[in-house]
């Protein structure tokens, strides 16, 4: 799996959602996952803003709401819009209990979360502990029914939506003059060395991110109406199990596109997932067309679909790591260390580098109303920062992208966001021509100067130094 999931049912967060007015949960922390202990709440948990505790035993999904951040200070702290809550089977209408006045809601401790009343992980246990008085007044009958174990407990950032920025971010000018004019000079492209016809642009992330999807949309985009070329949906596992490179016409029987889109089979935190060697044989251009990904065993050299000898048209121009932005706040630890494995390998290629964040219609209802508010959204512009953060890309390198998934018919914002994107691309791939034709030279220049002393010479891998992200 490449996410942690949550152990709300639908009923049980919509209970919880109408105590917290218009947000979004973003679970931060459950502790099946990474463990009851109060090290693992704060490594999670801490300077989230806005958090709600989500604690199961049996019968009943109660916690505590508060509008501060963990700090781990030592100190009490009071939070007039704190509570506690409680949702069980048998109540229609979940339970809220205000503090008492005066008292501090939590002790912002190094321990478990201690809301005075409800005190959660005692000594990194499965259990909590319930003094109901201090700092809160219930019935532990109503609250959590007697049972101290703890059979789940999580945290969420408790996200508020509805804010749009006066200015958008960055600017996109929504018009089908604008989209005519991106695909003439998506057409138009020309990599700057004589070899290379096209510029190939791989995409790899995490199972159902939108990889295919991202490809069939930039195809009918192209073509002028819908086209399902590679296999999109959703299962547990990845999808696509084929290494697939995809050209694009320009409109049907027309001319093709100079951009070859790769599609790779889905990352995952198991052994399950794309192999990060064959991932790198993909970027050297030593894997064909419709080779069959092996997770358990790497493509080797000997075997028939390892292309050997491999020139610069046959390598990876541009890579581009995709990213649900719905998924952006659970990507699990796992995940982000094989994105920084993989980011390392594709920086000593020198392959410049873009995040394509997929599904901002689904993560912003304002987006999913109108795709222009896309660089307006508060809580979108928020993900790209947190993805670039997470993943240690520049900003400037996040595209947020609405893919064609249910439309019967093509629209011009999603066409024009869609194209943003591919012109992104092409000028990333140009970096990486640009940075060939330095070395070239540089080469050539070299090979004047250590004529006569041969052994001299510096490696050419050390010159692989492009300017990659
Ligand atoms: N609403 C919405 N749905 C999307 C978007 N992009 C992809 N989807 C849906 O997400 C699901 C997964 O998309 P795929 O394109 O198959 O994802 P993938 O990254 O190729 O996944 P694997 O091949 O399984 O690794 C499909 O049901 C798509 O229709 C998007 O931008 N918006
Ligand atoms: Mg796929």
């Given at each position: 799996m490449s996410v942690v999931t949550s152990s709300l049912s639908e009923d049980q967060q919509k209970k919880l959602l109408s105590l917290l007015g218009h947000v979004r949960l973003h679970l931060l922390y459950k502790a099946s996952v990474h463990g009851f202990t109060a090290a693992a709440f704060h490594n999670h948990c801490d300077q989230q803003g806005p958090t709600v505790i989500v604690a199961h035993n049996a019968g009943f999904v109660f916690g505590a709401y508060t509008s501060k951040d963990y700090t781990q200070s030592g100190e009490g702290v009071k939070d007039e819009q704190a509570f506690l809550y409680s949702i069980s089977a048998g109540a229609d209408k979940p339970l809220r209990v205000g503090g008492?006045?005066?008292?501090?809601?939590?002790t912002d401790a190094n321990t478990g979360p201690n809301y005075g009343a409800l005190v959660f992980l005692h000594e990194d246990r499965p259990v909590f502990q319930s003094n109901p008085g201090t700092g809160f007044n219930f019935q532990a009958a109503h609250m959590h029914g007697g049972d101290l174990a703890l059979t789940e407990f999580e945290v969420y950032r408790v996200e508020g939506l509805g804010d749009l920025l006066a200015k958008p971010w960055r600017n996109i000018v929504w018009t089908a003059e604008r989209k005519q004019q991106l695909m003439k000079s998506i057409q138009d492209y020309k990599p700057d060395i004589n070899t290379v016809n096209e510029a190939r642009v791989l995409m790899v992330g995490p199972v159902g991110a939108g990889k295919s999807s991202f490809f069939n949309s930039i195809n009918s985009a192209f073509r002028g109406n819908m086209t399902s070329q590679a296999i999109a949906g959703t299962a547990g596992k990845s999808i696509t199990t084929q290494f697939r490179t995809y050209s694009i016409k320009a409109g049907k029987g027309g001319k093709a596109v100079p951009l070859i889109l790769c599609d790779t089979m889905g990352l995952e935190t198991t052994d399950a997932g794309l192999d990060i060697e064959d991932l790198v044989s993909i970027s050297k251009g030593h894997i064909k067309d419709r080779y069959q990904f092996s997770p358990s065993m790497p493509l080797m050299e000997n075997a028939p679909g390892f292309k050997k000898h491999t020139t610069l048209k046959d390598m990876i121009h541009c890579v581009v790591y995709v990213v649900d932005t719905n998924k952006v706040s659970l990507l699990t630890e796992k995940m982000l260390d094989k994105f920084t494995t993989i980011r390392k390998k594709i920086n000593q290629l020198g392959i410049p580098q873009i995040l394509l964040m997929t599904k901002v219609d689904e993560a912003c209802p304002l987006v999913a109303e109108d795709l222009n508010n896309v660089y307006r959204s508060v809580y979108i512009q928020r993900k790209a920062r947190e993805l670039s953060e997470a993943l240690g890309i520049p900003l400037s390198c996040v595209l947020p992208v609405k893919n064609?998934?249910?439309?019967l018919e093509l629209d011009l914002n999603t066409d024009v966001l869609l194209f943003s994107a591919v012109e992104q691309m092409l000028n990333y791939a140009d970096s990486f021509f640009e940075n060939q034709i330095v070395e070239d030279q540089e080469v050539n220049d070299e090979l004047e100067l250590y004529r006569s002393s041969d052994h001299l010479r510096p490696e050419l891998s050390r010159h692989f130094n492009h300017q990659v992200v």
């Open positions: 008492i006045s005066g008292q501090c809601a939590f064609y998934s249910e439309e």
